[in-house]
């Protein structure tokens, strides 16, 4: 191993500080070194829209406390030291809960702490990992006897299976005496009907509630905290290996199979903790059990309880006659509706079993329509989701759809309905959105279930004003005196009235109760590669400038901490400590042994040091502008940077070029440049290696997310890389054929994305559990994370701009409640310090008619839900097998409703109401980038859209599936939005036809990320002038990006609806404007999915098939 230091920066002597953190690991100590740091009083500072998030409550100058002492200074000249690496320790790479924090983590010997302090600086090494890992994560959970140990998405090696249904439909569970619902310790009190408490005061959105000064508590640092004796999570088994799409199951048990067109997916649900305790409500504070993992802190175990129970769920396959020959079929015979007329409302109702009183809306929502016989299906404006059937005060308190939101809005009462109506029933969450408002809300007393741990809601009741009953798990619990007081009013003994009754979504500011070790400064850590080829793409400079400019708009406080890391064939290190001149450039080149040169000097207080920062980030791109070195050591600088976060964890930003080639996580091309084009489907869409998955469980035990952002030309194995972010709860933003010059709209979005990346708010060292009314249960998550226990979800990072999918099955029978409720809760430690639990509840009705689940579903929620299964479905199996299973799904629900209504004897495909866009929407699915076949699509460019599905939110999910298109050149202010003083134009959807373009027009294209203006040839030259300010159609630039800023009403009224649709999404979109003859047209093009192409079929086609597969 070797360093140096290069002449291009400070030459001279190097101070060696001794680290700021003790070996053991920030999360681990000796018993002996034990601190303790009291809570901070809470603060009674009301705000008028976003509350404040206020400083942490423990001195900027902890971190400098640990070790008083100076080292030995080192000079180092320029030439190499030969260093001796500690003795790494051996340790299980996935450990239970505990461990995470426990003192083993990363502990040195006495005799090594004493080596690193009179020799020269070192690191434990990481252990060196290879092949031979799965391709696709597997979770692993403790079996049951003759099960087995694994859980995913798999094709069944029986038979030769295509097209099973993504979701699956499964059997009632059997009678058992231990039948229930996890996490419930006591029998359901006699059901009492649930009502809204006070609904018809306070309606306004609170901003900060403050209460009481909370007691000061003794808390010992780093995690040396009095271990709870039977506590149901502490002695949990290893989790195993997360999946970014996990079932939580241990295993899936073989039935038979009956049918030989259909893949088996089986769901066991293992043993669950129980949560016990007295009939009083949880409520955090000095005598609370100090927890030891954050299973315990968040979740469902309280101390002395230890029973568990066993819940199996035997799901069986059923014959949906979807014998399917071939997807897309050439000259299909066209088939005559029948004119026969359908049938009244009256009979419509008496088909499906009777509605139930359903408003004029779920009325309309049930009309059946013959998808063969209505062309123009869409609405004028793009579709909101549907309103739940519940009363207007539960209206008036439920969770906003954007923030929660269920495929079925009418949730069913038993399995066997579900199965009926053969649609999934599933979540889809964006739990760290940002809000316009948030009641926020500081108090002594957190009140929760005592049984279920679910935070009191506006769904609970209130027995009497010292009882209220959950509404997850019916326990009755005692209302806490505190709780009486409401600080909104000022008055006592009005509980229901309290913020958290009167607000679906609220955040707490959470005690010392629910922190394993004092909240850790914002750390960040900048990897950027240097190598010739990152030198060429040019987007050093951009990224620097960017950073220079947002600087002092990084989410943090006095104690946040920056360092970078640059990388080609060897890995350089900054030293930026506070004093020196310039910075200093340490080089490492002994790559299959990383180290770390220096412990104190290379992250650092970016306050202190902001002077030296910012000349690094001026010298960086000609510091590198004449590299000549083509290899890339993306693998040992990770390891490194891994090493270097350890102590506190942050975040660590990596930008990557081209394919690693150097060290550990080398990889190779696989794909085919020939094979882009392939009808059979896509091969290599899982990992080459699982260093990279390995490596980011490792991170995220520590409390380290990954982002990523490939900017690359070449193929670089995304499908492997990813997964240093897929499993870190990290992000992945990825610009093909980049360049600074050649490419100048990928340079736009690179700079925009950049912005919004490094100045939207982040949670560090967060958990979230999603808990649901009992005989719900939750089967499989979908999104980036880290599966810590069954149902307890690790994001080392949180963002704003990430969600999540859950599927969900009926355990048990609803029939005793009139409504279902979820909940989730993040608990995450602010860029402030502030430990803080956001929490979500939905409230939705259960219903025993097939009508009203129906005319409750939720189609672009369905979608959603969809295709984070079939992106499961392709790695796992194939792409052609989750293509199959789609169009099953659409087959299996047109087959459903017409055996469910008798008196629809039509030869057409008829749909209800609600479900009619359902067709059209999983042909644009089949027409997307992630699963499109048959045409060229570059492998990387394949699983990023693969990677966006399983993160992107619902609503901008649905712009990239199923693109939004508008004739601009006709807007007028009719039915304009006025908002604050603006007018903006609402012009209505187009359906994704060329016969819906005209030559005499312009037409935006709203893909998500990207816009298109498509102006035809003949398009009226005012609107030329006037918006895109050129004289006329022959003027106008081939490769225009921008709109000009002119004052004409319709330019004004085209930036205004821009503007609106900009208003509405996290990151920036560019715009293209694409003239009628240019080459860029087939883009825009293809995402016309209504037409035939060269290898798809029409959405008529489309119907067709699926109408002969109904009436089979």
């Not at 999983?922 to 492998?939: W, Y």
Request: glycine letters at 6%; a neutral charge; proline letters at 8%.
């Amino acid at each position: 191993m070797c360093f140096a230091i290069l002449p291009r920066l400070l030459p001279g002597p190097v101070q060696s500080y001794p680290s700021m953190y003790p070996i053991t690991g920030y999360y681990g100590a000796p018993a002996q070194q034990q601190q303790s740091y009291s809570t901070i009083p809470s603060q009674a500072t009301p705000v008028s829209s976003k509350a404040p998030i206020t400083n942490s409550a423990h001195s900027a100058n902890y971190y400098q406390n640990n070790h008083p002492q100076q080292l030995q200074q080192h000079h180092l000249p320029q030439h190499h030291y030969n260093l001796q690496p500690f003795q790494q320790q051996q340790h299980p790479p996935y450990t239970t809960p505990a461990s995470y924090y426990g003192p083993q983590s990363y502990h040195a010997s006495p005799a090594q702490q004493s080596q690193q302090q009179q020799q020269q600086p070192s690191l434990v090494p990481m252990a060196a990992s290879g092949p031979g890992g799965p391709l696709y994560p597997i979770v692993s959970y403790p079996s049951a006897p003759g099960s087995s140990q694994y859980g995913t998405l798999s094709s069944s090696q029986s038979t030769t299976q295509m097209g099973a249904p993504l979701h699956q439909y499964g059997a009632e569970p059997p009678a058992s005496s231990a039948s229930g619902h996890s996490g419930y310790g006591m029998a359901p009190p006699s059901q009492v009907a649930p009502t809204v408490n006070g609904q018809g005061t306070q309606n306004a959105v609170h901003s900060h509630y403050s209460q009481t000064n909370q007691a000061s508590l003794s808390y010992n640092s780093y995690g040396g905290v009095t271990q709870s004796s039977g506590g149901a999570e502490a002695d949990r088994p290893p989790s195993g290996t997360p999946s970014a799409s996990v079932h939580s199951s241990p295993g899936h048990r073989q039935g038979k199979n009956e049918s030989k067109s259909s893949l088996c997916i089986f769901h066991f649900f293992p043993s669950l903790p129980l949560a016990g305790g007295d009939t009083s409500s949880s409520s955090t504070g000095s005598a609370s059990p100090v927890p030891n993992s954050y299973d315990s802190l968040e979740g469902g175990s309280y101390p002395g309880v230890t029973t568990q129970r066993l819940f199996y769920k035997i799901a069986h396959l059923m014959n949906f006659g979807c014998k399917l020959s071939c997807l897309f079929v050439r000259g299909v015979e066209t088939i005559r509706p029948s004119l026969q007329p359908f049938p009244s409302l009256s009979e419509l109702s008496a088909a499906l079993g009777g509605l139930s009183g359903v408003p004029e809306l779920e009325v309309e929502a049930l009309r059946p329509i013959n998808l063969l016989q209505e062309r123009n299906l869409l609405p004028p404006r793009p579709l909101e989701a549907p309103e739940p059937n519940l009363s207007p005060d539960l209206k008036k308190v439920n969770c906003s759809p954007q923030t929660f939101r269920c495929t079925l809005t009418s949730v069913p009462q038993t399995q066997a309905l579900l199965n009926k109506a053969r649609l999934p029933l599933g979540l889809l969450l964006h739990p760290f959105r940002d809000l316009q408002q948030l009641p926020v809300i500081t108090s002594n007393t957190i009140v929760r279930c005592r049984s279920c741990r679910t935070y009191i809601n506006p769904f609970v009741t209130f027995l009497d004003q010292r009882r209220w009953k959950c509404n997850l798990c019916y326990r009755v619990n005692d209302v806490p005196d505190e709780f009486m007081y409401n600080p909104v009013t000022r008055s006592y003994g009005e509980p229901h009235k309290r913020p958290e009754v009167q607000n679906s979504t609220v955040e707490f500011i959470a005690s010392s109760d629910y922190m394993l070790r004092p909240p850790q400064p914002a750390a960040y850590l900048f990897v950027l590669d240097v190598s010739h080829n990152a030198v060429e793409a040019g987007y050093l400079k951009y990224f620097c400038e960017s950073l220079l400019g947002n600087l002092d708009k990084l989410p943090g406080d006095s104690r946040t901490r920056v360092g970078f890391l640059t990388f080609d064939s060897t890995i350089h290190f900054y030293n930026l400590q506070e004093g020196l001149s310039q910075p200093q450039m340490l080089v490492v080149s002994d790559i299959d042994d990383v180290f770390i040169p220096s412990h104190d000097s290379l992250m650092v207080n970016l306050k202190e040091s902001n002077e030296l920062v910012k000349d690094l980030l001026k010298s960086l791109p000609a510091l590198f502008s004449q590299s000549r070195e083509t290899h890339s050591a993306l693998g040992p600088a990770l390891q490194a940077a891994f090493k270097l976060m350890s102590p506190t964890g942050g975040r660590i930003t990596v930008f990557q070029t081209q394919l690693p080639t150097l060290g550990a996580g080398k990889l190779q091309s696989r794909e085919d440049p020939n094979q882009r084009s392939s009808s059979k489907g896509a091969h290599h869409l899982g990992p080459a290696t699982d260093f990279y998955k390995k490596l980011a469980l490792d991170c995220s035990g520590q409390q380290i997310g990954v982002d990523l952002f490939l900017l690359s030309s070449q193929y670089a194995d995304l499908a492997s890389l990813a997964c240093i972010s897929r499993y870190s709860a990290g992000s992945v933003f990825y610009y093909p054929s980049f360049h600074y010059i050649h490419n100048p709209a990928q340079l736009e979005k690179f700079q925009r994305d950049l912005e919004r990346y490094l100045t939207r708010k982040i949670g560090f060292e967060a958990v979230m559990r999603i808990r649901c009314t009992k005989g719900l249960s939750i089967h499989t998550f979908h999104g980036n994370f880290f599966v810590r226990s069954t149902d307890l979800l690790s994001l080392a990072n949180v963002n704003p701009d990430s969600a999540f999918a859950v599927q969900m099955s009926v355990e048990d029978s609803l029939a005793d409640s009139s409504l279902a409720c979820f909940q989730a809760a993040l608990l995450y430690t602010s860029s402030k310090g502030k430990r803080r639990i956001r929490v979500h509840t939905l409230c939705l009705p259960v219903v025993s008619q097939l009508s009203d689940v129906y005319a409750g579903a939720d189609v672009q929620a369905i979608t959603c839900l969809l295709a984070n299964m079939a992106i499961d479905r392709s790695i796992s199996s194939s792409l052609s097998d989750a293509r199959d299973a789609l169009v099953n799904a659409v087959v299996d629900l047109g087959s459903a409703y017409k055996s469910n209504v008798s008196n629809l004897q039509q030869s057409g495909l008829v749909l209800p109401a609600a479900m009619r866009l359902f067709p059209l929407y999983i042909l644009a699915l089949l027409k997307q980038k992630a699963l499109r076949t048959g045409t060229s699509t570059r492998l990387d460019e394949r699983v990023f859209a693969m990677c966006e599905f399983k993160t992107q939110p619902l609503q901008q999910l649905m712009r990239m599936v199923h693109p939004d298109l508008y004739r601009l050149d006709n807007i007028s202010d009719q039915g304009a939005l006025h908002l604050n003083d603006t007018v903006v134009p609402q012009p209505h959807l187009l359906h994704l036809s060329a016969e819906r373009l005209s030559r005499d027009g312009a037409f935006l294209m709203d893909c998500g990320n990207v816009f298109y203006l498509w102006i035809g040839k003949c398009c009226n030259e005012m609107f030329i002038r006037d918006v895109l300010g050129c004289p006329n159609y022959a003027s106008i630039p081939p490769n225009m990006s921008h709109i000009p800023e002119l004052e004409t009403p319709l330019s004004e009224r085209v930036r205004a609806f821009l503007d609106w649709l900009h208003d509405n999404r996290a990151f920036s979109s560019t715009i293209h404007v694409v003239k009628d003859d240019a080459s860029a047209k087939a883009t825009l093009f293809q995402h016309l999915v209504e037409d035939r192409s060269e290898w798809a079929s029409s959405y008529h086609e489309f119907l067709q098939h699926i109408q002969q597969q109904v009436s089979k």
